[in-house]
């Protein structure tokens, strides 16, 4: 059974800082990429950030050089640096994860993984 598990939302003010975790817990997988996103209310959910088993990152226009997405891969954890945060950044954040879980002796299956989100409020 894999679990994602996300940590590290709030309040902050306008302009502030913000670092969001998500760890994959449980056995027979491996990562393929991992990323966050977010929804606001009475809007889609977005993407903000994706990042690679490699390393390799993309970022939301609107987060660009204000977010920065990292990886332990020993750990399984997903990171999301916030900083000069807005109040249009407002919204429920959710872990995603494109794991290969093992499914039957050696044969493995995609899947995808969604954490239960966290609540991140910018509001002076």
């Known amino acids: 059974q894999v679990q994602l598990v996300e940590s590290g939302g709030g309040l902050v003010q306008p302009g502030g800082s913000l670092r969001l975790s998500c760890a994959a817990s449980?056995?027979?997988?491996?990562?393929?990429?991992m990323g966050w996103y977010r929804q606001a209310p009475g809007k889609q959910r977005e993407v903000v950030a994706t990042i690679t088993n490699g390393g390799s990152t993309t970022y939301a226009n609107a987060v660009k050089g204000r977010f920065t997405i990292s990886r332990d891969n020993a750990q399984n954890t997903v990171y999301l640096q916030m900083n000069s945060l807005k109040p249009e950044d407002t919204a429920v954040y959710y872990c995603?994860?494109?794991?290969?879980?093992?499914?039957?002796?050696?044969?493995?299956?995609?899947?995808?993984?969604w954490g239960q989100g966290t609540q991140v409020t910018v509001s002076s």
């Open positions: 449980g056995s027979g997988f491996s990562v393929n990429a």
């Open positions: 995603n994860a494109d794991l290969s879980v093992l499914v039957f002796m050696k044969l493995t299956a995609r899947k995808e993984f």
